[in-house]
Nanobody, 119 residues
Framework: QVQLVESGGGLVQAGGSPRLSCVFS????????MGWFRQAPGKERESVAT????????SYSDSVKGRFTISRDNANNAVSLQMNSLRPEDTAIYYC????????????WGQGTQVTVSS
């Protein structure tokens, strides 16, 4: 069974640059698309950044494009999200997610890590 464990986050000042990490286990990491999603209080969960199993150009939401960078390390079964120039509106629970590359929806989710941005 695939398991995802996130780390990083916490309380950050506006303009800060934390890095979230997610360790993948229980499957063959190299055939999984990976993504970071977030859910703010009172809002629906949204996609933040995704990266395909084969690498290539990641996809970002408009709200984080140019500020966040997703990357994967197939040697260590991990995916990271480098967040720069954080804003209070980036406050949310951030989730790591995985899907086998043939699937259309993300099937596996981490427990989430809270990121709170203070102004």
């Amino acid at each position: 069974q695939v398991q995802l464990v996130e780390s990083g986050g916490g309380l950050v000042q506006a303009g800060g640059s934390p890095r979230l990490s997610c360790v993948f286990s229980g499957g063959t990491f190299s055939i999984y698309d990976m993504g970071w999603f977030r859910q703010a209080p009172g809002k629906e969960r949204e996609s933040v950044a995704t990266i395909r199993w084969s690498g290539g150009t990641p996809s970002y939401s408009d709200s984080v494009k140019g500020r966040f960078t997703i990357s994967r390390d197939n040697a260590n079964n991990a995916v990271s999200l480098q967040m720069n120039s954080l804003r209070p509106e980036d406050t949310a629970i951030y989730y790591c997610a995985a899907r086998i590359f043939t699937r259309s929806s993300y099937d596996y989710w981490g427990q989430g890590t809270q990121v709170t941005v203070s102004s």
